[in-house]
């Protein structure tokens, strides 16, 4: 039998704001969270290689229905417009048509394994805890916060007996691969999925001890960029100074884009949307991964702009990969090709359609005829935000700090990309992230893992904003 709220502290009343927080924590304490993470995070749902994982990203589908359909929901999965990407899963549960209706989203795809370079006594596909971190892959990206999210929903459902407003749930499969099919499944059931905010969770917190709220991404766009001179190496000792070196010219090219503290020299890269709310909002943003995290350096990044300024309202470039030759095993030869795979974070205001002609024609005038810039295969992430005094904002932000006792950090996008845009684009709703997870989790990577004092705090706060949605106050 599990713990109710009153169990815990006969104080609290039944049926109030506080049982709901307090049936989230018990679900924690009691250890129910880890045994359905745990469950969860052991289905191999790589999409990087799909092919090999369908029957995997179908078996976290039948997961999530067996998780939500208890709970009142009718689920229902559809293939994936993309023949490149998993299935979709729609789950609904309409309280009243009169009622605001909240949407929330999540992925169950993760990044690749890497089981090679975890450390030791670790599993990518087992959950570990080792003093505050609780390992494994999915931990922090993303089964572990939708996890949170739908445990919220529940507490508050076991608390009043119903919801008091509408809800929707779209889980996909096909995140870490760019979301392909997404865009298009929502504009087919744009209006089967309608709503009228979206609360969602992804991404870090400002600072580990910090609830954050950001209502956006950055855009990204992936390109390579390229000097092909000629057919085969030829000879150092023999050539060298007498024919074109195609690294030597790639370097100075992409060195002519930022300047020697990476401040970008392409005057369309360089936004004008950096608003007095945007940095009356960030003014007091303190960037921070955590202890195991790098720390902010301050001679790095536009001079002009505080950190948080620099990687939530300003545009970065950076080089992601640089190959010539066989690295691997130089040779005395002078390379006939150099190639880097680049990549532009850019916030709204920036012309996406004009990134690539930009660079173009900023090589050009530059003296490098020679290089070529190709747009990657991998689509584009749309840059997306709500301005910090957005009513929802405001409505989400004291929710969060009624919970927690704490004031809450408001970005007005994450540094990263999702796919934002399908929500406040194709969907049009007002958008709010609350991440559990903080910048050190090493997602993507090995050993990637989530902070228990996160969790347990996202739980609690998950419970009081959806609590709060059937509250009086909540924005028309």
Same mark, same amino acid.
């Given at each position: 039998?599990?713990?109710?709220?009153?169990?815990?502290? *006969?104080?609290?009343?039944?049926?109030?704001?506080?049982?709901?927080?307090?049936?989230?924590?018990?679900?924690?304490?009691?250890?129910?969270?880890?045994?359905?993470?745990?469950?969860?995070?052991?289905?191999?749902?790589?999409?990087?290689?799909?092919?090999?994982?369908?029957?995997?990203?179908?078996?976290?589908?039948?997961?999530?229905? &067996?998780?939500?359909?208890?709970?009142?929901?009718?689920?229902?999965?559809?293939?994936? *417009?993309?023949?490149?990407?998993?299935?979709?899963?729609?789950?609904?549960?309409?309280?009243?048509?009169?009622?605001?209706?909240?949407?929330?989203?999540?992925? !169950?795809?993760?990044?690749?394994?890497?089981?090679?370079?975890?450390?030791? !006594?670790? +599993?990518?596909?087992?959950?570990?805890?080792?003093?505050?971190?609780?390992?494994?892959?999915?931990?922090? =990206?993303?089964?572990?916060?939708?996890?949170?999210?739908?445990?919220?929903?529940? #507490?508050?459902? /076991?608390?009043?007996?119903?919801?008091?407003?509408?809800?929707?749930?779209?889980?996909?499969?096909? /995140?870490?691969?760019? +979301?392909?099919?997404?865009?298009?499944?929502?504009?087919?059931?744009?209006?089967?999925?309608?709503?009228?905010?979206?609360?969602?969770?992804?991404?870090?917190?400002?600072?580990? =001890?910090?609830?954050?709220?950001?209502?956006?991404?950055?855009?990204?766009?992936?390109?390579?960029?390229?000097v092909d001179l000629r057919e085969g190496a030829h000879h150092s000792g023999n050539w060298g100074g007498l024919i074109t070196n195609p690294a030597l010219v790639l370097a100075n090219a992409?060195?002519?884009? #930022?300047?020697?503290?990476?401040?970008?020299?392409?005057?369309?890269?360089? *936004?004008?949307?950096?608003?007095?709310?945007?940095?009356?909002?960030?003014?007091?943003?303190?960037?921070?991964?955590?202890?195991?995290g790098p720390s902010v350096e301050p001679d790095w990044g536009e001079e002009s702009l505080t950190p948080a300024e620099r990687v939530f309202a300003w545009n970065s470039f950076e080089i992601?990969?640089?190959?010539?030759?066989? *690295?691997?095993?130089?040779?005395?030869?002078?390379?006939?090709?150099?190639?880097?795979?680049?990549?532009?974070?850019?916030?709204?205001?920036?012309?996406? =359609? =004009?990134?690539?002609?930009?660079?173009?024609?900023?090589?050009?005038?530059?003296?490098?005829? &020679?290089?070529?810039?190709?747009?990657?295969?991998?689509?584009?992430?749309?840059?997306?935000?709500?301005?910090?005094?957005?009513?929802?904002?405001?409505w989400a932000a004291a929710s969060l700090q009624q919970t927690t006792g704490k004031k809450p950090a408001v970005l007005p996008n994450l540094g990263g990309s999702l796919p934002n845009d399908?929500?406040?684009?194709?969907?049009?709703?007002?958008?709010?992230?609350?991440?559990?997870?903080?910048? +050190?989790? +090493?997602?993507?990577?090995?050993?990637?893992?989530?902070?228990?004092?996160?969790?347990?705090?996202?739980?609690?706060?998950?419970?009081?904003?959806?609590?709060?949605?059937?509250?009086?106050?909540?924005?028309?």
């Open positions: 039998m599990t713990k109710t709220p009153t169990d815990i502290d *006969p104080g609290i009343a039944p049926g109030t704001r506080e049982a709901a927080i307090a049936r989230a924590s018990a679900y924690y304490d009691d250890g129910r969270f880890f045994i359905d993470l745990a469950r969860r995070v052991a289905i191999r749902t790589e999409s990087q290689i799909f092919e090999e994982r369908k029957p995997d990203m179908d078996a976290y589908m039948a997961e999530m229905r &067996q998780t939500l359909e208890p709970l009142g929901y009718t689920t229902e999965v559809f293939a994936n *417009p993309s023949p490149m990407a998993g299935p979709l899963l729609v789950a609904e549960r309409i309280e009243d048509p009169g009622l605001k209706t909240v949407f929330t989203y999540g992925h !169950g795809d993760v990044v690749r394994g890497q089981e090679d370079r975890w450390r030791e !006594g670790l +599993s990518p596909w087992e959950i570990t805890i080792e003093g505050e971190k609780m390992y494994g892959r999915g931990t922090a =990206d993303n089964k572990g916060q939708h996890s949170i999210n739908i445990a919220a929903l529940a #507490a508050v459902l /076991e608390t009043r007996g119903r919801l008091g407003f509408n809800s929707k749930i779209l889980i996909e499969t096909g /995140e870490e691969s760019g +979301s392909p099919g997404l865009a298009k499944f929502a504009e087919a059931q744009k209006q089967r999925l309608a709503s009228d905010v979206l609360i969602a969770s992804d991404g870090p917190r400002l600072q580990p =001890d910090r609830p954050t709220l950001f209502m956006g991404s950055r855009g990204s766009m992936v390109f390579d960029v390229t992409l060195a002519s884009v #930022a300047d020697k503290r990476g401040q970008i020299q392409i005057k369309e890269w360089r *936004p004008s949307s950096l608003t007095n709310s945007i940095r009356m909002a960030l003014a007091d943003c303190e960037v921070d991964g955590g202890d195991d992601l990969a640089f190959t010539a030759g066989t *690295p691997e095993r130089p040779v005395n030869a002078i390379p006939p090709k150099a190639n880097a795979r680049c990549q532009l974070r850019f916030v709204v205001g920036t012309d996406v =359609d =004009d990134i690539v002609p930009a660079l173009r024609r900023h090589f050009t005038a530059a003296g490098f005829p &020679q290089v070529t810039v190709t747009q990657a295969d991998r689509g584009v992430m749309q840059a997306t935000r709500l301005e910090p005094d957005h009513p929802w904002v405001r399908v929500f406040s684009e194709i969907l049009g709703m007002p958008t709010l992230w609350v991440p559990h997870s903080y910048a +050190s989790c +090493s997602q993507h990577a090995p050993d990637e893992h989530a902070l228990l004092t996160i969790i347990q705090e996202g739980l609690q706060v998950m419970a009081g904003l959806f609590w709060d949605m059937a509250e009086d106050g909540t924005p028309e």
